[in-house]
C-alpha cells in the first residue's frame, strides 16, 4: 500500500494526547500520548516520545519511553535510548545495545497465542549503562 494511502498521526515534541486512537495506520509519537490504539499498522515512539497506555500493533519502534500493554504481532524494536515497561508480548524482537524492557515478557506464537518466555522484575538489556 503506497505511504500516501495510509492514516498517520503525528504527535510532535511538547504536544500531549489522551484518549482513544482508531483508524490510525502509522502513530509516531514525539511528545506524550496517554492512549488506547488498537489495530493499527505501525507505532514510533522517538527518543523524546512517552506512550502510557495499551497497543496493538503490527509493527513497533520504540527509541522513547512506553509505559502499559504493548503487543506487536510482527516486529518489537526496541532502541539504545528505548524503555518499555509493562505487559510485553512480541512476535519478532531487536533490542538494541542499551535498550531496556521491564515487565512481563512473552512471545506470541504462530497461532496468535501468547507463550511466556521470562517474566522479570527488572532487566531485559543488552549493555550496560554509565
Known amino acids: ?6 492514516r498517520k498521526l503525528i504527535v510532535g ?7 482513544e486512537i482508531a483508524a490510525c495506520d502509522i ?3 514525539e511528545g506524550t500520548v496517554e492512549a488506547k490504539l488498537r489495530e493499527g499498522r505501525a507505532i514510533e515512539v522517538t527518543d523524546s516520545g512517552l506512550f502510557k497506555g ?4 503490527d ?7 512506553f509505559e502499559g500493554d504493548i503487543s506487536v504481532r ?3 524494536r526496541v532502541r539504545s535510548t528505548g524503555r518499555i515497561q509493562g505487559n510485553i508480548r512480541y512476535g519478532v524482537l531487536e533490542v538494541e ?12 506464537t504462530g497461532d ?19
Open 74 to 76: 510482527g516486529t518489537l
Open 27 to 29: 502513530l509516531v509519537v
Open 59 to 65: 509493527e513497533a519502534d520504540i527509541g522513547g519511553r
Open 54 to 57: 495499551s497497543v496493538e500493533i
Open 97 to 108: 545495545q542499551g535498550g531496556l524492557l521491564v515487565g512481563t515478557i512473552e512471545t506470541l
Open 13 to 19: 515534541r511538547e504536544i500531549s494526547l489522551s484518549g
Open 112 to 130: 496468535s497465542r501468547a507463550r511466556p518466555v521470562k517474566e522479570v522484575e527488572a532487566v531485559v538489556a543488552t549493555g550496560t549503562e554509565e
Open 1 to 6: 500500500m503506497p505511504t500516501n494511502d495510509m
